[in-house]
């Protein structure tokens, strides 16, 4: 069984320190799990940039998780698809009609582009591995720019209005390439998010308290920024010109008064704390049964669909697409990917680094984790910084995982 010798947790301290003293990000956490316990948490920083009246950083401080949603989104459909209630090859449009007639762009890039009608229809194995089709849009991307389909106020029926929104001027809802043929990072965690709902008639939010949260007693876990978790929340702050303000609305981020929030987004809008997220890990872990012989404590899903969670499942025209979004983080080993119904997916060793098999995410406010089933430890890391895809944030990720593997031995 894997541990973290003296040394180790000796160097991981003096990361923290280090990281606490250079002042280069935010507040903090960095945590570490074997498949039986934590082996290490620690934190750094206060809640408020520069503002020590705020509190310190600590386990229990709340994050915006942001795409960090989408691995629970997507356990909650593969849930349903072990009870019956969904299959891989269901046809989303038969409970989302507006989906039913998409179409497929020429060009996405395009001022007015042509298009003609998607031959495949769009099914759950599609948005489980992110197949759909549905990107984020890329024209106009900025790093700290969020979806004006997230922001947009909704009315009606969240789903049907969120699907207008994406259809807009075209006769259907727009595709990158027809459904199955390539990979696609975007909306697909959020319409998940709907179908759930479609199927269950229940709110993500309940859905996941009744499935998920409370089967393993987690209770910061919530689309709602409460008065309880908001007294916990690690603020935003912003980077401009290399250095850190606090947070002032310096671009607009959505709704967070948990009075007007009237949709819940399976890709993006949760608030959890780090160290509830690592349970969330380790029950996996658990699950997956290389040290346990998956005998995990009322499992919330099977041995089976935890395993699919670090499979690759893309094409090699998905395979060159997830590079490209890989890329983006100059500190991240160049190739050697993949997706599968969750997860972004190592699909090679990580030389004194994750093994192959070994699963990742991240999400759009700076928090990051991992699971590596074959060294049998979960991770967690994160601060609360816009832009995204921050330079020393992703340094420091990378310094934290070498670290970390540099320190841990058998027992």
């Known amino acids: 069984m894997v541990a973290l010798s003296v040394k180790g947790k000796q160097a991981l301290d003096d990361l923290v320190a280090r990281t606490v003293r250079e002042q280069k990000i935010p507040g903090f956490v960095f945590g570490v799990s074997t498949v039986d316990e934590t082996i290490y948490f620690n934190a750094g920083g206060t809640n408020v940039l520069n503002d020590p009246n705020s509190g310190n950083v600590n386990k229990d401080s709340v994050f915006w998780i942001c795409s960090q949603t989408k691995l629970i ?118 319409i998940l998010g709907f179908l759930v709902e479609k199927i269950t008639g229940m709110t993500l939010e309940r859905f996941f308290k009744e499935n998920i949260f409370n089967p393993l007693g987690l209770k910061s876990a919530s689309f709602y920024l409460t008065p309880d978790l908001k007294s916990k929340l690690v603020d935003l702050s912003y980077r401009r010109d290399g250095k850190l303000e606090p947070w002032a ?52 899903v099977s041995q089976e669909t935890v395993r699919r969670l670090f499979e690759p499942n893309l094409n090699e025209a998905g395979v060159k697409s997830f590079k490209a979004i890989a890329a983006l983080n100059p500190y991240s080993p160049k190739g050697g990917y993949s997706w599968s119904t969750a997860l972004a997916v190592h699909t090679v060793n990580r030389p004194g680094g994750p093994k192959k098999g070994s699963a990742f995410w991240w999400g759009w406010a700076g928090t990051y984790h991992f699971i590596d089933p074959t060294t049998g430890i979960a991770t967690v890391f994160g601060t609360q910084i816009l832009p995204t895809y921050d330079d020393e944030l992703m340094k420091l990720d990378a310094e934290f995982q070498r670290v970390l593997y540099g320190g841990l031995g058998g027992n």
């Open 73 to 190: 989104t997507h356990l909650a459909a593969l849930m349903l698809i072990e009870r019956g209630k969904l299959s891989f090859e269901t046809i989303v449009a038969d409970y989302l009609p507006g989906l039913r007639d998409p179409v497929i762009l020429d060009d996405i890039m395009a001022d007015n582009p042509t298009f003609k009608p998607a031959k495949n229809a769009i099914r759950v194995k599609h948005l489980l591995n992110m197949s759909a089709g549905l990107p984020y849009p890329p024209k106009g991307w900025k790093p700290d720019k969020q979806c004006s389909e997230y922001l947009a106020p909704h009315v009606g029926d969240p789903a049907t209005e969120f699907l207008k929104l994406l259809q807009g001027d075209f006769p259907g809802v727009p595709l990158q390439f027809e459904p199955g043929t390539d990979f696609a990072y975007g909306f697909s965690s959020d």
């Open 249 to 300: 609305d310096q671009v607009p981020v959505g709704e967070r008064d948990p009075a007007k929030i009237n949709r819940h987004f399976g890709g993006v809008t949760f608030y959890m704390s780090l160290n509830d997220y690592l349970t969330l890990l380790r029950h996996l872990l658990q699950i997956h049964g290389k040290y346990t012989s998956g005998k995990a404590a009322n499992p919330i």
